[in-house]
């Protein structure tokens, strides 16, 4: 499945920035790319820079990571849910109360991306056994609607565009 095979309303605005980024890549595919390429852009970063913020008020680089993989988790959930037709809306999460409690600020690099590619392989485990016709159920998060595959496709999106932040703002 592609972003081009979303309906208009699926979660927009605010996830739209997210799956934009993603212009027409099949998701499965995606996800299984981003395993391999995302690890490395990890281990690119130097291990002293993970303490690193661009502003006062901003997440050091080791946060941003924790962040990704957290919000995955979240989804991950979301689109087991929805996938095996719970109609529960299910309430939004306050990414910001996340972070203090992440323990970034102890983490190493190595732990980031083991942490992140054992998460990552169990959204491609769950994702690669669902059909069309389980990516197009719907569920509510965050008083939105959305279909599986618009989870999957924020999954990937999102962290692209935090990935995207990095680059540009950190390293």
């Known amino acids: 499945m592609k972003p081009s095979e979303l309906q208009f309303s699926e979660p927009y605005p605010f996830y739209k920035k997210y799956i934009d980024t993603?212009?027409?890549?099949?998701?499965l595919e995606t996800m299984k790319n981003?395993?391999?390429?995302?690890?490395?852009?990890?281990?690119?970063?130097?291990e002293e820079k993970m303490g690193f913020r661009y502003g006062p008020d901003k997440w050091i680089i080791a946060e941003v990571l924790l962040h990704i993989i957290d919000s995955e988790r979240?989804?991950?959930y979301r689109a087991l849910r929805f996938s095996r037709g719970d109609?529960?809306?299910?309430?939004?999460?306050?990414?910001?109360?996340?972070?203090?409690?992440?323990n970034a600020v102890s983490r190493n690099k190595q732990s980031?991306?083991?942490?992140?590619?054992?998460?990552?392989?169990?959204?491609?485990?769950?994702f690669?056994?669902?059909?069309?016709?389980?990516?197009?159920?719907?569920?509510?998060?965050s008083s939105l609607p959305w279909s599986v595959a618009s989870?999957?496709?924020?999954?990937?999106?999102?962290?692209?565009?935090?990935?995207?932040?990095?680059?540009?703002?950190?390293?």
Request: net charge negative.
């Open 74 to 76: 979240v989804f991950q």
């Open 22 to 27: 993603l212009k027409d890549e099949e998701l």
């Open 151 to 171: 989870v999957g496709f924020a999954i990937c999106g999102h962290q692209r565009h935090h990935r995207n932040i990095l680059r540009e703002r950190y390293l």
């Open 87 to 102: 109609q529960t809306p299910l309430p939004g999460f306050e990414q910001d109360d996340y972070v203090p409690f992440s």
């Open 34 to 46: 981003q395993l391999q390429n995302f690890p490395q852009f990890i281990n690119s970063i130097p």
């Open 128 to 141: 690669s056994h669902l059909d069309e016709e389980t990516l197009l159920r719907t569920g509510t998060a």
């Open 112 to 126: 980031i991306i083991e942490e992140y590619t054992t998460v990552r392989k169990a959204t491609i485990t769950l």
